[in-house]
T-cell receptor
Framework: NAGVTQTPKFQVLKTGQSMTLQCAQDMNHNSMYWYRQDPGMGLRLIYYSASEGTTDKGEVPNGYNVSRLNKREFSLRLESAAPSQTSVYFC??????????????FGQGTRLTVV | RKEVEQDPGPFNVPEGATVAFNCTYSNSASQSFFWYRQDCRKEPKLLMSVYSSGNEDGRFTAQLNRASQYISLLIRDSKLSDSATYLCVVNYNFNKFYFGSGTKLNVKP
């Protein structure tokens, strides 16, 4: 099973350039997330999508936009990259059940450097 | 104030040792709790969920103390392969999923 697939795995951007990080899951999960991880900061939620057609801001949404293209795909766009956006980006997905909270499954991450 | 606080470590222990990590959380409405493991330059993976009554999975035991708002992870008989960063995760309102910054464990031969 592929699980959660992110592309690209590595990227170097110049300040002001734009790019889109792609994420797809094949587990039929309804909720999808984008996190960034910086040294000493843990993972911080950028945006999430509780279900197809909906998106909401997380803790650190500034400078980012997202699109939930369909149930499988959730993309993250940087319109004008800044050095402060140098980070490791993780996409994750979960299934929503009626009661029990479920684990999140993560992609392998995208290492982004903005110079 | 951070939602979830962890001691960053590192905890350096010999093989066979018992080691414990604690994690505190600030929101008393938190509903679900997890421990994730993250290897260097890899994605986080679920180690175990934490239940109110406490739970055990082999050498790993997780405890929850709602009154004091902390969770703990105990690792017995440490193996070299346990070396990793352990992330505490607290969840409320389903999509509010907060990660601690992680505790690094180094198990030495």
């Amino acid at each position: 099973n592929a699980g959660v697939t992110q592309t690209p795995k590595f990227q170097v951007l110049k300040t002001g350039q734009s790019m889109t990080l792609q994420c797809a899951q094949d587990m039929n999960h309804n909720s999808m997330y984008w996190y960034r991880q910086d040294p000493g900061m843990g993972l911080r939620l950028i945006y999430y999508s509780a279900s197809e057609g909906t998106t909401d801001k997380g803790e650190v949404p500034n400078g980012y936009n997202v699109s939930r293209l369909n149930k499988r795909e959730f993309s993250l766009r940087l319109e004008s990259a800044a050095p402060s956006q140098t980070s490791v980006y993780f996409c994750a997905s979960r299934i929503r059940t009626g009661g029990r909270s479920t684990e999140a499954f993560f992609g392998q991450g995208t290492r982004l450097t903005v110079v | 104030r951070k939602e979830v606080e962890q001691d960053p470590g590192p905890f350096n222990v010999p093989e066979g040792a018992t080691v414990a990590f604690n994690c505190t959380y600030s929101n008393s409405a938190s509903q679900s709790f997890f421990w994730y493991r993250q290897d260097c330059r890899k994605e986080p993976k679920l180690l175990m969920s934490v239940y109110s009554s406490g739970n055990e999975d082999g050498r790993f035991t997780a405890q929850l103390n709602r009154a004091s708002q902390y969770i703990s992870l105990l690792i017995r008989d440490s193996k070299l392969s346990d070396s990793a960063t352990y992330l505490c995760v607290v969840n409320y309102n389903f999509n509010k999923f907060y990660f601690g910054s992680g505790t690094k464990l180094n198990v030495k031969p």
